[in-house]
């Protein structure tokens, strides 16, 4: 039987992406910026704007809220997601931009330790395996430094 992981893997964010692309091609970074969850977000950390220089977001997508979120805090940003589609598409819009993307998953983060001052689940917990799912908060806390934020945005 197959995991919710492993058919995300095999081509589901592929087409999660391909879905919902046009939706995203419509927005533009300022409509990420003003969404609701980005909105809180960046409101509740700008007291602590100082002390975030580098982002993970874990599930990014094309990566348009986690550049928002780097514009709004003043921070450098990487995000990871399983589809490789997004991840391109994504580095090619970000050209330039202080955020770049990578093609991965949640519970096998390819980052040091203490590297992340902010790491952000945006609406992709819900998407997980419940078998890996302790991995992924795992890997989280393991690449968010001592006094770090890490920020849940999901159903």
């Known amino acids: ?7 995300f893997k095999n081509g589901e964010a592929d087409q999660w992406f391909a879905r919902n692309r046009e939706v995203m091609d419509r927005l533009s970074d300022s409509d990420y910026v003003l969404s609701h969850d980005i909105q809180l977000l960046s409101g509740w950390l700008q007291p602590a704007r100082k002390d975030i220089h580098d982002i993970l ?5 094309n990566g348009q809220k986690l550049q928002a979120l780097c514009r709004e805090l003043d ?18 819009r970000m050209q330039g931009a202080p955020a770049h993307l990578i ?27 419940r078998r890996t799912l302790l991995q992924a908060v795992s890997e989280a806390d393991r690449v968010l430094r001592t006094g770090g934020f890490l920020a849940i945005t999901d159903f």
Not at 1 to 7: E, T
Not at 57 to 61: T, V
Not at 75 to 92: K, L, T, W, Y
Not at 106 to 127: K, S
């Open 1 to 7: 039987m197959s995991s919710q992981d492993d058919i």
């Open 57 to 61: 977001e874990i599930g990014c997508s």
């Open 75 to 92: 921070a450098s940003g990487v995000g990871i997601d399983p589809s490789g589609q997004a991840v391109e598409d994504g580095n090619i």
């Open 103 to 129: 093609c991965g998953t949640a519970d096998a983060l390819p980052f040091d330790t203490g590297r992340f001052d902010l790491v952000y689940f945006g609406f992709c917990l819900y998407l997980m395996d």
